[in-house]
């Protein structure tokens, strides 16, 4: 079944509405935003999803893994068997912002992840204490190779296809369905509850990941969010 990231929340209310929604993770946001969050509202976010998962890093990131696809493919299932454990998974945001702020900040806020959305180099992510998302905007992935970006992945557990950063723009669903096809992909950009089944049926991503897709008036919608995750994972809604 595919996984649903739901990012931008800025209180708690919007992330249990997100958790009670059936959401797998949940993104709050450091990095230059409207959605921006205090570290404060970060560790009530995190408090009222159970808190951080001890350790996460070590359970998820596959040391010594030098193939990249093969990587990614362990991650994700190490990450499967996180959620079995806590659902959702608290995802903190950045954009080209210094590892040791990335660090301290992720670690302040109880998150269990790090997302790195900015264009980061790929040797930052090996200084992360927390497993990383990495997102790439389609315009630095070769079509022709599309995995040759990803082999100095060292410290990413996921890549995030994602030329939107939060704007509502749909991205090049060809280029994610074929890296779909051989690794698990996380796709942002342009999703709603209107389109995300489409997605997933055209794209088969491990993860979909919404944000401004899930809003009325620039805040979280409560019953968008359902709407979502029913649509992503083939659940109908009551």
Do not use: Y
């Not at 009222?48 to 991650?75: C, K, M, N, Y």
């Not at 100095?152 to 074929?178: E, F, I, M, P």
Request: hydrophobic share 45%; with cysteine; aromatic share 6%.
């Amino acid at each position: 079944m595919t996984r649903v990231k739901i990012c931008g929340c800025t209180s708690v209310e919007d992330a249990v509405a997100a958790a009670e929604a059936g959401a797998d993770f949940v993104g709050v946001v450091f990095a230059p935003s409207r959605r921006r969050v205090s570290v404060e509202t970060a560790r009530r976010i995190s408090e009222a999803l159970g808190g951080a998962v001890e350790g996460s890093a070590g359970q998820v990131l596959q040391a010594g893994v030098v193939d990249p696809i093969t990587r990614f493919q362990r991650s994700a299932a190490a990450l499967e068997r996180l959620l079995s454990n806590k659902r959702p998974l608290l995802v903190a945001v950045f954009q080209d912002q210094p590892m040791e702020e990335v660090n301290a900040l992720s670690a302040r806020a109880g998150a269990d992840l790090v997302q790195l959305s900015g264009s980061e180099p790929w040797e930052w992510c090996s200084l992360a204490e927390l497993p990383v998302i990495k997102a790439l905007d389609e315009k630095v992935i070769d079509a022709e190779d599309p995995f040759a970006a990803m082999f100095n992945a060292q410290g990413v557990a996921l890549c995030s296809l994602d030329c939107s950063h939060g704007r509502g723009r749909r991205g090049d669903w060809g280029l994610a369905a074929a890296i779909s096809r051989r690794m698990p992909l996380v796709l942002a950009g342009g999703l709603t509850p209107l389109n995300v089944a489409e997605a997933v049926s055209f794209v088969r991503p491990w993860c979909v990941d919404v944000s401004s897709g899930v809003e009325t008036n620039g805040r979280k919608d409560a019953a968008k969010m359902r709407e979502f995750v029913a649509a992503a994972k083939g659940v109908a809604v009551t």
